[in-house]
């Protein structure tokens, strides 16, 4: 019998159904990969903004994750919105114990979600600290311009990465979907190498889910067994589509949509630098 690749998400549940781990769902979904969840926080949401929140007791977060890497085993993990210190410190013990991360045998993804597009907080305030700790185990952190900001300081991108990485990441994705220009540029780098992953960027409102739609379709093709770039090459085509297949439900900020990937995880397709320049990435030294 054939078992499918299988990926999990440790994520808020957003009920408008645009972000958060439904989000995550559907990309693992899009990409052919069974997803599983850590779930850290429930949030009252829609396409308006966040009314509530209600977070999960620590210990809890801890056991979805032993549960679910003791049974399923996934190959890749992704992170979002994490919510409090306590939440953070736990789920940092339980990726030591279980092999996620740095360390480990299983690649992990840090999405810093800290609040959301309307701006409503997603994280309390005193959990930075927690935060910018779990980026020791990070193969990959993915902060937007405004979470760079709050996390490191600054919104330029290159700096940004370089103090992501001096935090013990492997590798820091600085997205540049807040900027502004007509191209959408996210600074991908080891410290070494450094990658421009270029987009037009794309006339609309509706790009609720666009950071977790990324961040998510990483963990997918890093479950196939995609090398790091070559995961963030494929992911980065991959959000490009999902924001253009967008559409408006509900009175305010619409989802991303989530079409088929191209590139299923575990069917490997190779992109590395070669493929990744003419999709627009263009790599060299840190600048
Ligand atoms: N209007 C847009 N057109 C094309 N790509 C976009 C657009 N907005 C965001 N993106 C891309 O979507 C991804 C998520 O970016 P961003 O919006 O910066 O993160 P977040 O959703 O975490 O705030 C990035 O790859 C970014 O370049
Ligand atoms: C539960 C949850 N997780 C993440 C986000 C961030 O998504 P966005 O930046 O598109 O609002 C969100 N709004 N809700």
Redesign the pocket.
Known sequence: MNRPTVAMTVAGSDSGGGAGLQADLHTFAAFGVHGTTAVTAVTVQNTVGVTGVHEIPPQIVADQIASVVGDLRPTAVKTGMLASAPIIEAIATAFREHGIGRGGTIPLVV?P?CAS?HGDPLLRADALAALRDLFALATVV?P????AALLVGTRDQPDAARALLALGAEHALV????GTGPR???LLTDGVTSWW?D??????GN?H????T?AAAIAARLAGGDTLPDAVAVA?RY??RA?ATSYSVGAGHGPVGHPTADDPAGHPSPVAAAESTSAGAVAGAPS
Do not use: F, P, Y
């Not at 937007?144 to 979470?147: K, S």
């Not at 997205?175 to 807040?178: D, F, I, N, Q, S």
């Not at 987009?199 to 609309?204: S, V, Y």
């Open positions: 999405d979600v597009m993915t937007n311009l405004d979470e997205k540049g979907g807040h959408s540029r996210d992953l987009a037009e960027r794309i006339e609309t790009t889910g666009s950071g977790d990324l980065k959000v490009t924001v």
